[in-house]
């Protein structure tokens, strides 16, 4: 994910080193949440659960082997099965940019990362509709023009 320009200052000078460590060293190229592979057309349901090639069985939300009977993805129609690119990012598992020690660092796919960010993305929805509606107020209120 790209860091936003306002929030480039709490990163470190070197922080694509950092993540490359993480993301491909630690992690060996696969999401620490599900076991999504980096850079890999990955089949999916849509609820989590996605088609395992190397094992050729479908993993759950969080990498588990489904235990229900499903069938491949060949066998199913393509309404049903959607294809999406994994990309690993590396996420602060606290939130606290500041802190970046390897307890602190995971490497997560794009589901994995903004379902670890939701209740930060939320908050920063609710201060942005908030200060929208302030300035709305301030230029467009009550308030008749003479």
């Known amino acids: 994910m790209p860091i936003r320009r306002e929030h480039r200052y709490f990163y470190p000078i070197d922080w694509k080193q ?3 460590v993480i993301r491909f060293v630690r992690a060996r190229g696969r999401c620490e ?7 890999q057309d990955v089949q999916h349901l849509g609820d989590g ?10 993993r759950d939300g969080q990498g588990r082997l489904v235990r229900r009977i499903l069938p491949a993805p060949e066998r199913m ?3 049903e099965v959607r294809m999406t690119r994994v990309v690993l990012a590396t996420a602060h598992r606290n939130h606290d940019t500041t802190d970046n020690t390897d307890a602190n660092l995971a490497a997560l796919c794009q589901r994995c990362h903004m379902l670890h960010d939701r209740l930060e993305h939320q908050r920063r929805r609710y201060i942005t509709l ?4 302030a300035i ?7 308030y008749s023009r003479i």
């Open 33 to 39: 949440g599900c076991g999504r592979p980096h850079l």
């Open 136 to 142: 709305g107020d301030l230029f467009n209120g009550i």
């Open 49 to 58: 659960r996605w088609w395992d090639v190397e094992v050729m069985r479908w």
């Open 77 to 79: 129609t393509e309404d």
């Open 18 to 20: 950092l993540s490359a």
């Open 130 to 133: 908030r200060a929208r509606k």
